[in-house]
């Protein structure tokens, strides 16, 4: 029986418990995981198995327009499968199973073979690597209308993903940059397989909670207004996307800072700024727990914020404030001496890019974990609209998108690191700091998430997913469904006086 709740204002919704979210979120995690694990596939590609820069950042490139393409197929089947597992689960596990598998190969063969075959290798592994990926981050985006439609609720999924990622980021780091590196004397193949090993069991876990957090609600009932799948084609894919607004804006203005991000955490832009500009590479893992507090109270309070005012609101309220830290840390650096700050002999300089630093990642990381929910929210309008509940298709036309626009970091990186005399190899945290290397540090770190965060603010000038509206919209979904379910009430012929209904 669906759990339908009545909240204070007299709206219907129906809810999951806080711990479910709170393991289901944990999906989102496991393939972070893996995210963060080939966030340095480009030092064991050049520096391991032995490919040049600018074919490494080429093939990176197209392997994340690749991962764009399989988002609209498997989105697909997603809203076409049906089994006694569930519509979810299934395919979660599967995706894990193929990303652990896969990241064994690839960190574990390609350099032992023959040069000749060793990009091809490459290629061919990272595309079914992709597909696992594929396959359980869909399922993240997804599944997010059928874990709750409370306006109060869905917020939550983002108040645990912000904090799992933190945990999860910032605590990787710190684990490479203060026990990997100097453990291992570098980016070796000894640091790959004892990085990949933390992925794969982590990975594990992680799936098998979100499975549990999930099993409750994968279920028919669920799954917007109808009992049976809804009819699509793939030649259905640009109507939805051309249909409906609030998903092109959310497109734009996530898509737009997903690639900032994915420039800015590029390993070679952390080594650049932490190991040549500041010129101390373990610094990046401790000042990442330093500002883990921060970074966490800023997410919690945004989104407790956007729990009463909206997800709209509190996103572009938050983008502000990232976009005007960065700007102030743009200036901060052309006039400060990076190499000032330090954590043994703290000072003027390292309080004030501690302090700013802070509030740009603590916003940004706000605004990033606002994205997901805010699909959901896309979803339910498309039902609104039209009355279909196809998640599987809206969610992977916003990833084929993003993913497409984010796919361009690795190639932005690898040119202009090109641009600056790094062809072959990438920057290392001993060489030495030049003004290209210091013009290219900053227009990485701060120049292009401040664009990001601006096309993000004018995107949601158009964006009309509001707190009234959702309200709105989940009213009238409420409404549908109860009347759908009087329709199918039966009533059996009149037998004398007696009339025996039944609900089936």
Known sequence: MSTVNATM??????????????LFALNNTATNFYLFVLGFVAYYATGI?????????????????????????????IDKTESKFGKYRPLMIVG????????????????????????????????????????QTACTKAAQTV?????????????????????????????????LVPKYGGFTIELFTELNIYGIIAGAIFTLLAVAGIWEKDRKEFFGLAEKNVETKFRDYWPILKGNRPLQMLVIAASTDKLAS?????????????????????????????????????SYVGLGYARKIGLKRAFVSGTWFAMIS?????????????????????????????VLYSIGLGFGSLTGNMVIPMIADCSDYETYKTGRYILGMLGTI???????????????VGLLLALIGFKDALPQVDDTLTTSIL??????????????????????????????????????????????????????????????????
């Open 326 to 354: 960065f700007v102030l840390l743009l200036i901060f650096f052309f006039i400060a001496d990076a190499t000032k700050i330090s954590l043994t002999n703290i000072g003027l300089t390292t309080i004030v890019f501690l």
């Open 147 to 179: 874990l709750t439609n409370d306006p109060k609720q869905r917020p939550l999924f983002s108040v645990f993903d912000a904090s799992y990622n933190i945990a999860l980021f910032t605590g990787m780091q710190i684990v490479v940059a203060s026990y």
């Open 439 to 504: 013009v290219m540090t900053l227009i990485l770190k701060f120049v292009v998430p401040i664009l990001g965060w601006l096309a993000s603010i004018i995107a949601m000038k158009f964006y009309v997913l509001d707190d009234a509206k959702m309200v709105e919209i989940q009213e009238f979904i409420a409404q549908a469904k109860e009347n759908s379910q009087i329709k199918n009430v039966q009533t059996p012929p009149v037998i004398g006086d007696l009339n025996i209904s039944k609900e089936m």
């Open 9 to 22: 204002d007299g709206k219907r919704y129906h809810s999951s418990k806080v711990w479910k979210i709170g």
């Open 49 to 77: 198995a032995g490919l040049t820069v600018v074919v490494v950042s080429t093939v990176l490139t197209a392997m994340r327009f690749f991962d764009g393409i399989t988002d609209p197929i498997i989105g697909y089947f």
């Open 262 to 298: 994915s420039v800015v955490r590029h390993a070679a832009v952390g080594v650049m700024f932490f190991g040549i500009l500041i010129g101390d590479y373990a610094l990046s893992g401790t000042i990442s727990l330093i500002t883990i507090i921060p970074t966490l109270l800023i």
């Open 96 to 135: 894990n199973v193929i990303l652990a598998v896969t990241i064994l190969i690839m960190y574990n063969v390609t350099h032992l073979l023959p040069e000749s075959l060793q990009l091809i290798f490459f290629i061919m592994i990272y595309s079914i690597h992709i597909i696992g990926y594929t396959f």
């Open 398 to 412: 916003f990833s084929f998108v993003d993913k497409v626009i984010s796919s361009l970091a690795t190639t932005i």
